[in-house]
C-alpha cells in the first residue's frame, strides 16, 4: 500500500472513532435525561399518563380519558371532560405534597371542571382532606348518574366555603356515609334535589359542618336507610330543620342523630323508631330545644339510651309516656348535665321527670343518671324503676326554704299524699323499691298548720288506739298538763292546731306520742293467766321494758320523725293490746293517776 493509501485509511479510522464516540455520548445523554426526569417524578405522581412541560410549574396528566393540568403556582388544577379513572388515580391524589406525609394534597385551593365528566360508580373519599380547597368551579359538569357509592366524598375539606350539588343526579347512590362531614367553614350547602331513595347509609352524612346556618333536607327520600347514627352531629349553627317527612321505618341506629345542635325544635311526630336499637346520645347537648315530645317513639328494641338527653340544657318539657325500656340496659348520664363545668348556665333546666312507666328491669348500668341536674325537683316514679349504680341525683337544697329531702306528695295512681315519706337523695334511688312508686317533690318547710291536718288527725287517733290498753283515754288525761299548758295531750294538741301555731304543733305531736309511748311500761303481767297460757313470765316483763322505748327521732326532719314515731308505736300498741285483750297483761290506771 502506498502512502496515500496509508493515510487515506487511518484517517477513516479515526473518523469512525469519532462519530461512535459521538453516538454513544449521545445516548448516554439521552438515558440520563430519561432517567433523571423519572426520578424528578416518580414518587409525585399517579399512574395516570403525565408529562411535564418545559415550564415546571405545570404538570399534565390524564385521568381516565379526562386530560388534566396542575398549576403548581396558582395550586388550581383543571379537569377536562371524559371518563374519569378509579378515584385511586384522580389528580389530586395522595403523595402529591412538598411534604409526602402520605395525606391528600392540601395545597390545592381549586378545581376546576371545564367538561362534562362522567364519574366511576365508587366515588367514596373523591374529595377528602383537601385542606386548602376553597371552591370547586364547575360541580355541574359531573355526571354522577352512575355513582352508588359517595360516602366520605367531601369529608375533611376544611376550607370549603360553598358547595352547590343541585344538579348532582343520586339516583343510583346507595351510600353516603360521611359525604359531606366536618367541612368546619362550609356556609352554603343546596342538596335539596337530592335522590336518596336508595341510599341506606346515611351516618355522620352531613355532620360537623359548624359554620353551616341552612340545610334543606325536606324532600329526602330516607325510606331504605338503616342507619342515621350522628347525621347531623355537630351543626350547631343550624337553627331550623325540617325532618317532619323522614321516613324512619327501617333505622336501626339513631345514636348521636341530633347531637351538639342548636335547633329551636324538632317535629319528630312521624318518626318510625320501632327497629331502632341505639339511642346513645341522641339529643346529647341539643341545647336549643325547650321542649321534645316523643309520645310517638317506639322503643320497645332500644337497648343502649346513654346520654341521650345529657346535657339539653333549656330543654323543659319533656314527655316520655310512651317509652318502651324494657330491653334497655344501659341509662348512664341518660339526664345528665355537663359533667366537668360547674357553671350554672350549663346546667339543665328541666324540672320535672315521668319515669313512671319506665320498665328498668334490665338496666346494669344508671350511674350518673341524674348528675348535676340541680334544677330537677319533681320525680314521677314507677314500680318497674330499678336504680344500680350510683346516679348522683343532686342533694335537695336546704335554702330558700327547703329541708333538704324529697317528700311523696302523690301515690302511683296520681292520688294526694299529705305529709308523705321524705328522703334524702342518695336514700330515695339508691334503696329504691316497687312499693315507693309515686311522686317525689323538693320537701318544703312549712308555717302553715293545715299541711299538717293529715298528721295532726294521725297521732290523736294513735293516741286513741291505745286507749284499750288503760282504764282512761290517755288523750283526755291531765297528767302531764305542767308540760302541755295546763291542758291534756288533745287539747294541747288542738289549741296548737286551732292557734296556726306551726312549731308548737310539732312539738306537741313528738311529745304525745313519746309519752303514750313510754306509758305502755306501765302494764303489769297477769302471771296466773301468763301459766295459764304457758308462757315466760321474766320474757314478758323483759319484753315490755324494751318495747316500752320510743322511736328516737332526734336526727329526723320534724315530719319525718313524727311519722317514724308513729310507725313505731304502732307496732307496739297492736301487740299489747292484743295481750291485755287476752288478759295477758292488765290494764293500766296510769292515765288516771296525777303525775
Given at each position: 500500500m502506498d502512502m496515500e493509501g496509508l493515510v487515506l485509511k487511518n484517517c477513516r479510522l479515526k473518523i469512525h472513532r469519532i462519530l461512535t464516540i459521538i453516538v454513544v455520548s449521545v445516548s448516554m445523554m439521552l438515558v440520563t435525561v430519561i432517567f433523571s426526569s423519572v426520578l424528578v417524578h416518580a414518587d409525585t405522581?399517579?399512574?395516570?399518563?403525565?408529562?411535564?412541560?418545559?415550564?415546571?410549574?405545570?404538570?399534565?396528566?390524564?385521568?381516565?380519558?379526562?386530560?388534566?393540568?396542575?398549576?403548581?403556582?396558582?395550586?388550581?388544577?383543571?379537569?377536562?371532560?371524559?371518563?374519569?379513572?378509579?378515584?385511586?388515580?384522580?389528580?389530586?391524589?395522595?403523595?402529591?405534597?412538598?411534604?409526602?406525609?402520605?395525606?391528600?394534597?392540601?395545597?390545592?385551593?381549586?378545581?376546576?371542571?371545564?367538561?362534562?365528566?362522567?364519574?366511576?360508580?365508587?366515588?367514596?373519599?373523591?374529595?377528602?382532606?383537601?385542606?386548602?380547597?376553597?371552591?370547586?368551579?364547575?360541580?355541574?359538569?359531573?355526571?354522577?348518574?352512575?355513582?352508588?357509592?359517595?360516602?366520605g366524598m367531601f369529608s375533611d375539606d376544611l376550607s370549603l366555603k360553598s358547595l352547590n350539588l343541585s344538579n348532582f343526579n343520586t339516583s343510583n347512590v346507595i351510600d353516603m356515609n360521611s359525604m359531606i362531614y366536618n367541612c368546619k367553614s362550609l356556609?352554603?350547602?343546596?342538596?335539596?334535589?337530592?335522590?336518596?331513595?336508595?341510599?341506606?347509609?346515611?351516618?355522620?352524612?352531613?355532620?360537623?359542618?359548624?359554620?353551616?346556618?341552612?340545610?334543606?333536607?325536606?324532600?329526602?327520600?330516607?325510606?331504605?336507610?338503616?342507619?342515621?347514627?350522628?347525621?347531623?352531629?355537630?351543626d350547631e349553627n343550624i337553627k331550623e330543620l325540617d325532618v317532619s317527612n323522614f321516613n324512619t321505618s327501617k333505622v336501626t341506629n339513631m345514636s348521636r342523630m341530633f347531637a351538639i345542635t342548636y335547633f329551636n325544635s324538632l317535629n319528630l311526630s312521624n318518626f318510625d323508631t320501632s327497629k331502632v336499637t341505639d339511642m346513645n346520645h341522641m339529643f346529647y347537648s341539643a341545647s336549643g330545644l325547650k321542649s321534645l315530645d316523643l309520645r310517638n317513639f317506639d322503643t320497645s328494641k332500644v337497648t343502649d339510651m346513654s346520654y341521650m338527653f345529657n346535657s339539653t340544657m333549656?330543654?323543659?318539657?319533656?314527655?316520655?309516656?310512651?317509652?318502651?325500656?324494657?330491653?334497655?340496659?344501659?341509662?348512664?348520664?341518660?339526664?345528665?348535665?355537663?359533667?366537668?363545668?360547674?357553671?350554672?348556665?350549663?346546667?339543665?333546666?328541666?324540672e320535672k321527670l315521668n319515669l313512671s312507666n319506665f320498665d328498668m328491669s334490665n338496666v346494669t348500668n344508671s350511674s350518673a343518671m341524674f348528675s348535676k341536674d340541680s334544677n330537677l325537683n319533681t320525680l314521677i316514679l314507677g314500680k318497674k324503676n330499678k336504680f344500680v349504680?350510683?346516679?348522683?341525683?343532686?342533694?335537695?337544697?336546704?335554702?330558700?326554704?327547703?329541708?333538704?329531702?324529697?317528700?311523696?306528695?302523690?301515690?302511683?295512681?296520681?292520688?294526694?299524699?299529705?305529709?308523705?315519706?321524705?328522703?334524702?337523695?342518695?336514700?330515695?334511688?339508691?334503696?329504691?323499691?316497687?312499693?315507693?312508686?309515686?311522686?317525689?317533690?323538693?320537701?318544703?318547710?312549712?308555717?302553715d298548720v293545715s299541711d299538717l291536718k293529715d298528721l295532726y288527725n294521725k297521732v290523736k287517733l294513735s293516741i286513741s288506739y291505745s286507749g284499750s290498753m288503760f282504764n282512761s283515754q290517755p288523750g283526755d288525761s291531765m297528767k302531764y298538763k305542767d308540760e302541755f299548758n295546763g291542758r291534756s295531750m288533745f287539747g294541747a294538741l288542738d289549741y296548737a292546731y286551732n292557734s296556726n301555731n306551726y312549731d308548737e304543733l310539732i312539738k306537741v305531736m313528738h311529745d304525745s306520742i313519746k309519752k303514750t309511748h313510754e306509758s305502755i311500761c306501765s302494764l303489769q303481767v297477769n302471771e296466773a293467766k301468763a301459766k295459764e297460757l304457758g308462757l315466760n313470765i321474766d320474757q314478758l316483763k323483759a319484753d315490755l321494758v324494751k318495747d316500752s322505748v320510743p322511736y328516737d327521732y332526734s336526727q329526723d326532719n320534724d315530719i319525718d320523725g313524727i311519722n317514724k314515731q308513729l310507725d313505731s308505736f304502732a307496732s307496739v300498741r297492736a301487740k299489747y293490746n292484743k295481750l291485755v285483750q287476752e288478759g295477758v297483761f292488765d290494764k293500766s290506771d296510769y292515765w288516771t293517776m296525777n303525775k
Open positions: 405522581i399517579s399512574d395516570s399518563s403525565v408529562q411535564t412541560k418545559s415550564n415546571d410549574n405545570i404538570v399534565t396528566g390524564t385521568w381516565g380519558t379526562a386530560p388534566w393540568t396542575w398549576n403548581k403556582l396558582t395550586n388550581e388544577i383543571t379537569v377536562g371532560g371524559g371518563i374519569a379513572g378509579p378515584v385511586a388515580d384522580r389528580p389530586w391524589k395522595s403523595g402529591w405534597g412538598n411534604d409526602h406525609t402520605g395525606h391528600d394534597q392540601i395545597y390545592i385551593k381549586k378545581i376546576i371542571f371545564n367538561g362534562k365528566l362522567q364519574l366511576p360508580a365508587n366515588c367514596s373519599y373523591l374529595f377528602p382532606k383537601l385542606y386548602d380547597l376553597t371552591s370547586i368551579d364547575g360541580i355541574d359538569n359531573l355526571d354522577t348518574s352512575k355513582v352508588t357509592n359517595m360516602s356556609t352554603y350547602l343546596n342538596i335539596s334535589n337530592f335522590d336518596t331513595s336508595k341510599v341506606t347509609d346515611m351516618r355522620l352524612m352531613l355532620g360537623y359542618n359548624s359554620k353551616l346556618s341552612d340545610l334543606d333536607v325536606s324532600n329526602f327520600d330516607t325510606s331504605k336507610v338503616t342507619d342515621m347514627s350522628g347525621m347531623f352531629d355537630n333549656n330543654l323543659t318539657d319533656l314527655n316520655l309516656s310512651s317509652f318502651d325500656t324494657s330491653k334497655v340496659t344501659d341509662m348512664s348520664y341518660m339526664f345528665a348535665s355537663y359533667p366537668s363545668s360547674p357553671d350554672p348556665k350549663f346546667t339543665n333546666k328541666l349504680e350510683n346516679t348522683n341525683l343532686p342533694s335537695v337544697p336546704t335554702t330558700d326554704g327547703y329541708q333538704g329531702k324529697w317528700q311523696n306528695t302523690k301515690g302511683p295512681a296520681g292520688n294526694n299524699i299529705n305529709n308523705g315519706n321524705t328522703y334524702t337523695s342518695d336514700d330515695l334511688l339508691t334503696d329504691y323499691t316497687s312499693d315507693r312508686a309515686g311522686t317525689y317533690t323538693w320537701s318544703k318547710k312549712s308555717n
